[in-house]
């Protein structure tokens, strides 16, 4: 059988053993360090000092000292050089009598030893007596085994704080990161997910971590497909090795967006995947903007082409040489030109401006208006384009004057007006009043019998190139950029305006406006 110390010695060494595999509070490991050395080697007080950054000895853990007088027993640390191995300095018990002189603490004997790693100097590990023999050369063989585990531990402990400043580093270039970020499992279990997917998704990091991430985003085509069931690159990855799946997520308030996700996976040794990283970006904008494209390409392909067609027909068919064509049939067909010209003026005008609105380039040349003349003025000429439709014009008494841009206002008011008479195909009344506002405003509204607008198109009328999906509006030619034109232009003069639509029963269209001033 070991003798009795040794039998104390490995217990307390599996005991420090056993703490160091359970924690990593440094602090507490050296002073059980410091406390199961001093009680083994029957002495009264112990002191760890650790090498910082700058080569400096700090003092970090004591047993049996005042904590206000370990400060004065640095003569003892100090004698120690970076690269001195294990000798302490020759003064050593001088500097000792010094120092306990210096802090009223008598201690008459100590042994030191340096705490290494391989050669790298980690700190000294101090043992005091106050009475006794001095220490022995058996003595520092025990302490060595206990500045091992102490060096040990401290390693450990500066590795965890290492490892877990670099957690935290990338933990916070994820969270901030611009794009979404997810990790998941090789189970597309989700393991992290960052704050910029939930303001994507709406969806918390804790209703979605430990959950697959099918069930969360589950991704779909515009036909209802989910993509995540039937095509994700994770289950069956593509022959160009591309990890990459998009389609729309729709989020819990109705909103759908469309998601791209790259993966990135993570392998061991073997090349099996530990985990995947996930990209996620929102391309709902720019998807939708390659919509405008296309519907811009179909727009200018069918709405320009039309007019231009029917000109080069009649200038052709008028032109012709062998046919004497008597001055009525002259006049119509040039009417018919002319209306065709002024048709193709006004598409190629709305498609400017709706391009000259994205670059933010409209202007307003303001001056003091009358709203109800401006809009006497456009019925009077709307009247005469119309014999199914009667107007009603009603304003408030002393109905205020507004600062504005008339070109731009009577666009908008004719606008308005030419899209009651064209939805309205059975003709009908359009009342068209002006009323007084909240907060020095007015109101104007456009109210037809018409053919309605669904409640899911009514905040979408006024997108560029939107038109309601019903057959009146496919017979209607329109570039969907007139209510477009309408909002920017209202916007642009602090305005607002909205629709009011049931369908069958018809559609008020209100403007707002801030009021103006004669003075």
Known sequence: MLPDFRLRQ??????????????????????????????????????????QDDGKMTPWASIGLPVQAVPLFEPLWQGFEQDSGDAAPADISLRLAL?????????????????????ESIGLIFIFRTRGAAFSPNDRQVLSAFADQAAVAVHNARLYQQVSAERERLNAIIENSGDGVMILNPYRIIQTWNNALTNMTGITA???????????????????????????????????????????????????????????????DAGQATQFVANVRDMTRLREAEELKQTLLSVISHELKTPVSIIKGYAGTLAREDANWDKETLADGLQVIEEEADRLDRLITNLLEASRLQAGGLKLKLSLLSLED?????????????????????????????????????????????????????????????????????????????????????????DRFHRVDNRLARQQPGTGLGLFLVKAVVEAHNGKVWVESSPGKGSTFWVELPAGTSN
């Not at 990593?24 to 410091?34: F, I, R, V």
């Not at 306990?100 to 030191?112: L, P, T, Y």
Request: proline residues 6%; hydrophobic residues 40%.
């Open 206 to 268: 804790e209703n979605a971590i430990g959950r697959p991430c099918y069930e969360i985003l589950n991704l779909q085509t515009k036909q209802g497909v989910s993509v995540c069931h039937t095509a994700c690159p994770l289950i069956n990855p593509p022959g160009d090795g591309r990890l990459y799946a998009e389609g729309q997520h729709h989020r819990a308030d109705g909103i759908a967006i469309t998601l791209a996700d790259n993966y990135s996976p993570q392998v061991n």
């Open 99 to 119: 120092a306990s002189r210096a802090a009223g603490v008598q201690m008459r004997q100590v042994v030191a030893l340096p705490m290494e790693i391989g050669k």
């Open 374 to 462: 401006m809009v006497r003025a456009s019925v009077e000429k709307l009247q005469a384009t119309t014999t199914k439709h009667r107007f009603l014009v009603s304003f408030a008494p002393n109905f205020p004057p507004i600062q504005g841009d008339h070109e731009r206002l009577r666009e908008v008011i004719t606008n308005l007006l030419g899209n009651a008479i064209k939805y309205s195909p059975d003709g009908g009344t359009i009342t068209v009043t002006g009323q007084l506002g909240p907060h020095n405003t007015v109101r104007l509204s456009v109210q037809d019998e018409g053919i309605g607008i669904p409640p899911s198109d009514q905040e979408k009328i006024f």
């Open 10 to 51: 490995r217990e307390y060494l599996l005991e420090i053993s056993r703490a160091m595999s359970a924690r990593l509070d440094l602090s507490s490991l050296l002073e059980l360090t410091l406390k199961s050395a001093v009680e083994l080697m029957a002495g009264q007080a112990g002191l760890i000092t650790l090498r």
